[in-house]
Each structure stands twice: as structure tokens, then as C-alpha cells.
């Protein structure tokens, strides 16, 4: 049972336009308190769906390649041995990795 949510609307075309509202209670200790724009929530998990959606969508458009190297799109100033494993730091990590 979903108790509280918080939904935010962008207008693609209108991106300061963003509307956000809060819905429900959320458990606070012993008590509930409203949900708002603001409220917090634990997202653990369920955000590698999303990730993998992106990524997945980025792949459909042509933009990316499943096995092009994630350091292809860090900004040129980025330390790029922060996207490599350090045991074997001369294989590409993909994004074929990280979203299997």
C-alpha cells in the first residue's frame, strides 16, 4: 500500500515550469506527517530500474552503444582511472556492465 508520494511534472519544452506536489502521510517514529515537494524518500534499489531505462533508451536512439567505454562521456577534466576497476584498469567498464 502506497501511503505517500511525491510527483513532479516538467513540460519538455518548459523546463522551469516544473510542478511538484506532495500526496498522503509518510511514518515519522511514533507519528505521520504530511508528504510535501520536499519530503525525502528512500529510494534504495528501485532507482537501478530507471538507470537502466535511461540507458536502454540512450541505446534505442543510436546516442550510446551497450559497449562503449562510460569514460567516453566524462567531461575531459574528469580523473578518468575513477571510472575504471582498479584490479583491471586497462578493460573498459561498458554500460553493458552496469546494467547487467
Partial sequence: KVRGASITVYDKDKTSSAVTR????IASGASSKDVTA???FMTASVSK???GAAV???VAQ???SLNDDICDVLPSDWDQSTCRNPKHPNTP???RHLVT
Avoid at 506532495?22 to 502521510?25: D, I, M, N, T
Wanted: net charge neutral; hydrophobic share 45%; proline share 0%.
Fill in 38 to 40: 520536499d519530503t525525502a
Fill in 49 to 51: 530500474v530507471f538507470a
Fill in 62 to 64: 543510436g546516442k550510446i
Fill in 56 to 58: 536502454l533508451e540512450l
Fill in 93 to 95: 567498464v561498458t554500460w
Fill in 22 to 25: 506532495g500526496y498522503g502521510k
